[in-house]
């Protein structure tokens, strides 16, 4: 059993991984600004900010791992790349693992790239997909001390398209990953399950990876 905490573990991606996590038989804290309003049987809530680190300290002092699953949107919005230098601060020099939940826009659409970023991608998502970018940036800088790894969905992704639980997923590399027919696609279920195999399993040290069918 390992002890993970999830920040913006109320939100879509952090939710999906607080459920699964916790269906592993995991100690599973979510941190939030707010209660929540369909909160996960067995797992701990947290109110409190990314942005305010230390009355969150003792709590995420005794995990064994840390996700970030805050996403760059409303009083969030310029917010989040303060939020992750904060919690690289307080975890480096420590055993504890942080996991970086990122977008699909960073993604390579090939082994040499480009990323998909750079090609036809919708305008009111650059924001977003901006932050993720320098969000890996700033995890490929810290201490190589600090364990991390840092997660690409596919390219739809979301509570638009929640699609189910299949407990199954391929790992891309830095790859977009696409189907037969060239469509990206990843339940917020099985991304969950992508994220807690890697708490487990560990297979991606200071690096990236993409999920998809």
Known sequence: MARIVVLGGTGYAGR???AEAVSRGHAVTAVSRSAPTDPVEGATYVQGSALDLPPLAATIAEADAVVSALSPRGDMTD??????TGVVGLLTGTPIRLGVVGGAGGSLVAPEGPRLFDLDFPEEYKHEAQVGID????LEETDPALDWFFIHPAEVFG????GER???YRDGGDVLVRDAEGKSFISGADFAVAVVDEIEQAAHRRERFTVGY
């Open 16 to 18: 999906h991984i607080v």
């Open 79 to 84: 917010s989040v790349l303060d939020a992750l």
């Open 135 to 138: 969000s890996l940036a700033l």
């Open 159 to 162: 509570p638009w398209a929640e």
């Open 166 to 168: 299949t407990g199954h």
